[in-house]
């Protein structure tokens, strides 16, 4: 099933049972909500881009798990052609809201059950790939929009999910029935959390066997009971609530929140993991190869964006020929394109890990790609404001701009060239400030997926440096036997490559 953006937004319209607080009030229509409302349309871009002629064969791919067309957002990839078009349908949504669309964590999470409960499988255990897939058709099916909840709120970081004073710092299982489990804990810092029809939680590092409890993964509908989702602040979220339409430009915009799962119950049907502690480790690594990949798409959209409003904004004053503001503006280009090009990387280098199917980003390149968004982000929109002007932070408001009794002293000292009216100006800084300084830009690109320091810990897993040493011992004529393998990259495969 395909379900177009009405349709997704209809069918999250009434909550009977979740408890959904933004600013301290509890919101019963989150459609209709001035701060969450841009979230549900950056949302709904994902259900329209399957029915939008420039992003129809992008947004659609055929499902052999229900042997019809479905959104790509609840697709299993097939082959590196699906993990390329993933990244470019991403820098496409991006140009086309602004901001993060908030629906890929639930796609990765999918794709990394698919994988963990497939190896599971072969390796005899089979109950886990059997709900899985059942789970999966019901998704597919209904074209649902998902969350993906895998970062706890962790406690004490230096202690173990077993080992901490608040037990339930990470979600944890604190009851079993004969028809399911009962969870307790909270997920944190979740993508679009209160503008979805489900959440699929999986758990967010390696464990012992003393954390077996912790090392559960399911999925919910996010109206259930014991379910409470408290929404977070960002810049300039007021902005959505004033009534205008300038200063809140693109008026799309996402949201991270902290779901709490108050004994929330599970059925036996959606719990995917349980206790399986030795698999946690594979599946986050596998996860988060998957998500870092992605953001070589969301980023350099987002870069596209800015680089176009750093175009115009120069054009306003007349300075978009000019020889400094040109190299800056390549400068830009190659950072921008840099981040797409590793991430297109990491999708054409993909390989299957199943024996059916199961296929995978090359994890080292997914990692280099986030190395370089935790980076490159910052640069982009650094020369951005060096280029666009200190107006980029303190522009007036644009009612000061619609006020009868000022208006044509704002449009006289706003106004560059004369042929660009003060108000596209204005227009042109909002969209630079909204986005360039955005959570979704410069913070979640450090931290989303994981800080730069997880990805330096997977290059050192994954880099062969006794094998580059072998490579530099040859050259300097120093006796060494080298084995050359088939494979150019001294590289060793990541622990989900072992299994």
Same mark, same amino acid.
């Given at each position: 099933?395909?379900?177009?953006?009405?349709q997704y937004v209809e069918g999250i319209r009434e909550r009977r049972h979740a408890k959904i607080y933004v600013m301290g009030k509890r919101v019963t229509d989150v459609t209709t909500n001035l701060f969450l409302k841009p979230s549900v349309l950056a949302f709904k871009a994902t259900f329209d881009a399957a029915f939008q002629e420039d992003t129809r064969d992008l947004a659609r791919a055929f499902s052999p798990f229900i042997n019809e067309e479905v959104n790509r957002f609840v697709h299993i990839h097939q082959g590196p052609q699906d993990l390329v078009a993933k990244v470019k349908l991403l820098r496409r949504l991006s140009?086309?809201?602004?901001?993060c669309f908030q629906r890929c964590v639930g796609w990765d999470a999918l794709n990394t059950l698919y994988i963990v409960t497939g190896k599971m499988a072969e390796r005899g255990d089979g109950v886990y790939r059997e709900r899985f897939l059942k789970y999966l058709e019901h998704v597919q099916r209904r074209d649902l929009a998902l969350a993906g909840a895998m970062t706890d709120v962790k406690g004490v970081r230096t202690l173990r999910p077993s080992e901490q004073p608040n037990p339930d710092a990470y979600v944890r299982v604190v009851e079993e029935r004969d028809d399911g489990i009962v969870v307790s804990g909270a997920k944190a810092n979740i993508t679009g959390v209160a503008a979805v029809d489900e959440v699929v939680v999986l758990p967010t590092r390696a464990m012992t066997e003393q954390d077996a409890a912790y090392a559960v993964s399911f999925a919910v509908p996010l109206d259930t009971p014991g379910v409470v989702v408290v929404v977070g602040r960002q810049i300039n979220d007021a902005r959505r609530m004033? @009534?205008?339409?300038?200063? @809140?430009?693109?008026y799309m915009a996402h949201h991270e929140g902290l779901i709490i799962f108050n004994n929330?119950?599970?059925?036996w049907d959606r719990v995917f993991m349980y206790k399986d502690w030795r698999w946690t480790g594979p599946l986050v690594e596998i996860f988060a190869s998957f998500h870092r990949q992605g953001y070589g798409g969301c980023k350099s959209g987002l870069g596209d964006v800015i680089i176009g409003a750093t175009y115009e904004l120069a054009k306003t004053i007349g300075v978009d020929n000019k020889p400094n503001v040109a190299d800056k503006l390549a400068e830009m280009v190659f950072l921008n394109e840099s981040m797409y090009s590793a991430g297109l990387a990491a999708s054409w280098e993909g390989s299957k890990l199943l024996k059916e199917g199961g296929w995978w980003v090359n994890p080292m390149y997914a990692n280099v790609t986030k190395h370089l968004v935790a980076r490159f982000p910052y640069e982009i929109s650094k020369l951005a404001h060096d280029i666009a002007g200190g107006i980029v932070g303190t522009a007036p408001s644009e009612f000061d701009l619609k006020n009868e009794e000022i208006?044509?002293?704002?449009?006289?000292?706003l106004q560059g060239v004369p042929e660009i009216p003060a108000e596209e100006r204005l227009r042109l800084v909002r969209l630079?400030?909204?986005?360039?300084?955005?959570?979704?830009?410069l913070i979640e690109s450090v931290h989303g997926a994981g800080s730069p320091a997880a990805q330096k810990i997977m290059f050192n897993r994954l880099y062969d440096y006794e094998k580059a040493g072998e490579i530099a011992k040859a050259l300097s004529r120093i006796k060494v036997t080298v084995k050359w393998p088939k494979a150019p990259e001294p590289?060793?495969?990541s622990e989900s490559e072992k299994l």
């Amino acid at each position: 099933m395909l379900r177009t953006g009405e349709q997704y937004v209809e069918g999250i319209r009434e909550r009977r049972h979740a408890k959904i607080y933004v600013m301290g009030k509890r919101v019963t229509d989150v459609t209709t909500n001035l701060f969450l409302k841009p979230s549900v349309l950056a949302f709904k871009a994902t259900f329209d881009a399957a029915f939008q002629e420039d992003t129809r064969d992008l947004a659609r791919a055929f499902s052999p798990f229900i042997n019809e067309e479905v959104n790509r957002f609840v697709h299993i990839h097939q082959g590196p052609q699906d993990l390329v078009a993933k990244v470019k349908l991403l820098r496409r949504l991006s140009h086309k809201t602004g901001t993060c669309f908030q629906r890929c964590v639930g796609w990765d999470a999918l794709n990394t059950l698919y994988i963990v409960t497939g190896k599971m499988a072969e390796r005899g255990d089979g109950v886990y790939r059997e709900r899985f897939l059942k789970y999966l058709e019901h998704v597919q099916r209904r074209d649902l929009a998902l969350a993906g909840a895998m970062t706890d709120v962790k406690g004490v970081r230096t202690l173990r999910p077993s080992e901490q004073p608040n037990p339930d710092a990470y979600v944890r299982v604190v009851e079993e029935r004969d028809d399911g489990i009962v969870v307790s804990g909270a997920k944190a810092n979740i993508t679009g959390v209160a503008a979805v029809d489900e959440v699929v939680v999986l758990p967010t590092r390696a464990m012992t066997e003393q954390d077996a409890a912790y090392a559960v993964s399911f999925a919910v509908p996010l109206d259930t009971p014991g379910v409470v989702v408290v929404v977070g602040r960002q810049i300039n979220d007021a902005r959505r609530m004033e @009534g205008g339409d300038i200063d @809140g430009v693109p008026y799309m915009a996402h949201h991270e929140g902290l779901i709490i799962f108050n004994n929330v119950f599970v059925p036996w049907d959606r719990v995917f993991m349980y206790k399986d502690w030795r698999w946690t480790g594979p599946l986050v690594e596998i996860f988060a190869s998957f998500h870092r990949q992605g953001y070589g798409g969301c980023k350099s959209g987002l870069g596209d964006v800015i680089i176009g409003a750093t175009y115009e904004l120069a054009k306003t004053i007349g300075v978009d020929n000019k020889p400094n503001v040109a190299d800056k503006l390549a400068e830009m280009v190659f950072l921008n394109e840099s981040m797409y090009s590793a991430g297109l990387a990491a999708s054409w280098e993909g390989s299957k890990l199943l024996k059916e199917g199961g296929w995978w980003v090359n994890p080292m390149y997914a990692n280099v790609t986030k190395h370089l968004v935790a980076r490159f982000p910052y640069e982009i929109s650094k020369l951005a404001h060096d280029i666009a002007g200190g107006i980029v932070g303190t522009a007036p408001s644009e009612f000061d701009l619609k006020n009868e009794e000022i208006k044509n002293l704002l449009e006289k000292y706003l106004q560059g060239v004369p042929e660009i009216p003060a108000e596209e100006r204005l227009r042109l800084v909002r969209l630079l400030e909204n986005v360039s300084v955005s959570v979704g830009f410069l913070i979640e690109s450090v931290h989303g997926a994981g800080s730069p320091a997880a990805q330096k810990i997977m290059f050192n897993r994954l880099y062969d440096y006794e094998k580059a040493g072998e490579i530099a011992k040859a050259l300097s004529r120093i006796k060494v036997t080298v084995k050359w393998p088939k494979a150019p990259e001294p590289r060793r495969p990541s622990e989900s490559e072992k299994l």
